[in-house]
T-cell receptor, first 112, second 112 residues
Framework: QQKVQQSPESLSVPEGGMASLNCTSSDRNFQYFWWYRQHSGEGPKALMSIFSDGDKKEGRFTAHLNKASLHVSLHIRDSQPSDSALYFCAASEQDMGYKLTFGTGTSLLVDP | GPKVLQIPSHQIIDMGQMVTLNCDPVSNHLYFYWYKQILGQQMEFLVNFYNGKVMEKSKLFKDQFSVERPDGSYFTLKIQPTALEDSAVYFC??????????FGPGTRLLVL
């Protein structure tokens, strides 16, 4: 069983629309969460981190964390065609290794 | 933003040969990582490295794998001998600590 599950597997939104991505963990040891975006042929790039319960907003991107339910979400406002990419949720435990456990990924397509 | 470089971008080798993947991490980062991604799917942790030592390795980090960073030069992943199932994209990442990991563009390895 995957420790970090994402939904939906793929998502299509119109340009200017709102994209909502979800991530659920099965491991209560995860304390720190990131959203990464990966365009085809490139490495993942960090969009934002979230470590505390509640919302965190950076530009068009808003992340929400609920540690009690082990749920993280990412909302992209005013989606642009350049937002079309693979989005990963990643989590790490509070240990000395800092390894990231990645989610299963959501493929986002923004239709111009 | 901070850049991680990886050399080569592509490598094709015959099964059983040795391959070395090179990573130039962000200059003031102290923690280094290798991840493996197959067919644009889930990213999986291989190993992390700090202060000249492996801190943690996953079950994907087989006995044929080794990492080192001699005298502050490239952080390397060596596979000897290679197997068909080693074909994948290998990403290097670095971080200062329990904060955002920055990823390189990846090395696409094909084992024939």
């Amino acid at each position: 069983q995957q420790k970090v599950q994402q939904s939906p597997e793929s998502l299509s939104v119109p340009e200017g629309g709102m994209a909502s991505l979800n991530c659920t963990s099965s491991d209560r040891n995860f304390q720190y969460f990131w959203w990464y975006r990966q365009h085809s042929g490139e490495g993942p790039k960090a969009l934002m981190s979230i470590f505390s319960d509640g919302d965190k907003k950076e530009g068009r991107f808003t992340a929400h964390l609920n540690k009690a339910s082990l749920h993280v979400s990412l909302h992209i406002r005013d989606s642009q065609p350049s937002d079309s990419a693979l989005y990963f949720c990643a989590a790490s435990e509070q240990d000395m290794g800092y390894k990231l456990t990645f989610g299963t990924g959501t493929s986002l397509l923004v239709d111009p | 933003g901070p850049k991680v470089l990886q050399i080569p971008s592509h490598q094709i080798i015959d099964m059983g040969q040795m391959v070395t993947l090179n990573c130039d991490p962000v200059s003031n980062h102290l923690y280094f990582y290798w991840y493996k991604q197959i067919l644009g799917q889930q990213m999986e942790f291989l190993v992390n490295f700090y202060n000249g030592k492996v801190m943690e390795k996953s079950k994907l980090f087989k006995d044929q794998f080794s990492v080192e960073r001699p005298d502050g030069s490239y952080f390397t992943l060596k596979i000897q001998p290679t197997a068909l199932e080693d074909s994948a994209v290998y990403f290097c990442a670095s971080s200062r600590g329990q904060d955002t990991q920055y990823f390189g563009p990846g090395t696409r390895l094909l084992v024939l």
